[in-house]
């Protein structure tokens, strides 16, 4: 039992001017977190005890999922992410924490950096272990502080540059049992969010820098997430709009015969698709061609969809550039002899064809057929551009942003899109981590082969989920916390603290609530009611009993749950039985 004046819960009435969302200004609000710089939080007594649920249940499910907990350090030595796949990419987010000579400079390239996940530390320690598909069959996982430096850290817990995640990493002898790993973590994940008392769905993902095979997202849905994820009703599909694709293109699509010879128009003033789909040219957008150019780890290529599409910059890592990027005006000058808004991919009019590494299509251009693109010449465009007698194209691939209303890829039925917040993600590495000699983590068959284990990734933004839990179950008074979670699940308001029977009552109601398994907070401040009301639905408490004196006098305490607006009066004979029932029907609902 936790009496209040015993503990800090720091409760404001008003939200600080620096949260813009609802569950940042509870967090601060109900005295959960305080902010120490962009980014970095504290986690006060409430929000501390938080932490530890989530984590403990996460912990409970992943063990029952058979992985085993470990812990690695978070400063980790520059060197080892050097050699691996992708220091490249993970180095923009990484913190480095200087030299380990006491002369160093700030100016000596970093010998430790903050870990911001720990592929690259696991698998050499592993592979250093492990000799035999004996050894195989693993999977680990930590919980652990990690560092990122978000450019735009936002929303409290939601973005930040130190935050708590559960990490874990498997270690398996053949892509089967690969999978079936990656299938039993995904259903502790299953149990791990709905025991947060969260709604989630898992959708396709895009494995992003990691490679790998494949990957799924768990998302909450809510307004203010940062992901986009498509789904359909009818068919159950769902992908993150990185990753998603739709029935647009048929798959019987035969591509359209020329029309006629390639005519040049002066265009004066037009350097967008909505100009030239305007009088008096009347070009649709989707019977334009619409060429971008990017930069993909230092060289220039060019994606064409149709005027309409908006490129998915996701789905270009599947060209193979890791780090990738918007062209700029004068890189593209350079290339095409032209500037946006009169680019096109047609053969012969690309003033350095060679620089560019690859013209890429989008497959949705074969629905135009023949249709209307930039001459690489200012104020002029050129019509019955015929896409395979045309195009400059080295392929076709999927590089379009799905859009709400396109047809979904299994039932044609119209697909919709919501925002999501990304609580969790999982991805099928296979060998990419695994496959290096002097680095990797290898074993020995039964054949005595030497092979590279198939390994599995795991993740999940611990205090991400708090905030998603919030951002998800509160109302105008504060938060709801769902049961599981509940930093306490009954709070014992007194009303009359300095009352001996009225503290004498809240103990022994306290200690009954606790035998039946609950976390106990006695409000025990002398502070008008009015406060202590609004403070435990403010902190979200499940279960508020309160003990007054005029309750007293009438032999009554009365019981309430923050879910809910009636309140119970209860004898004060029967109170410990009642409360002590509702504690365990409340905990097995
Ligand atoms: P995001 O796309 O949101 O940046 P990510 O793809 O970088 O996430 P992972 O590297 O897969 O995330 O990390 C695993 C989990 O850690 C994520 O699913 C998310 O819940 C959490 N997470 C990632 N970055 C942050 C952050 N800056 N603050 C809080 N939680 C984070
Ligand atoms: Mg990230």
Known sequence: ???????????????????????????????????IGGGLYAFLPLGKRVLEKVSQICREEMNAAGAIELLMP??????QW???PRWNVVREVMYSVGSASKSARPTEEPQYVLGPTHEEIITPMIGSEISSYRDMGKTFYQIQTKFRNEIRPRYGLMRAREFIMKDGYSFDEDDEKAEATYHRIAGAYDKFFARCGLTFISVEADPGIMGGAFSHEYMVPAEVGDDDVVYCEESGYSANVEKATSGI????LVDAEPVGDLEKFETPGVKTIEKLAKDPFNIPANEQFKTLLFVGDEKLFAVVVRGCDQVEEAKLSSL???????????EIFEAMGAYPGSLGAIKGTIKDRPKLDGIFGDEAIRLIGNGVTGANEKAMHVKNVNVSRDLDLDRFGDFRKVQEGEPCPKSGKPLKVARAIEVGHIFKLGTKFSDSDQWGAK?????????PAVMGCYGIGISRTIQAVIEQSRDESGIKWPWNVAPYHVIITVLDSDLEEAASLAEKIGSAAEAAGADVLVDDRSERPGVKFKDADLIGIPLRITIGGRGLKEGIVEMKLRDQKDVRKIAIDEAADIVASEIRELASS
Request: aromatic share 8%.
């Open 82 to 84: 050097k050699a691996g």
């Open 74 to 79: 978070a400063v980790l030595p520059a060197e």
């Open 249 to 252: 293109v048929p798959g019987d």
């Open 320 to 330: 193979g550039y890791q780090v990738i990027r918007p062209a700029t005006v004068d």
């Open 443 to 451: 074993f020995h068959d039964a054949e005595k082969q030497t092979r």
């Open 1 to 35: 039992m936790q009496y209040w004046s015993k503990t800090y819960i720091p409760t404001l009435k008003e939200s600080p001017a620096e949260a813009e969302i609802e569950s940042h200004k509870l967090l601060l609000r109900a005295g959960l977190v305080r902010k």
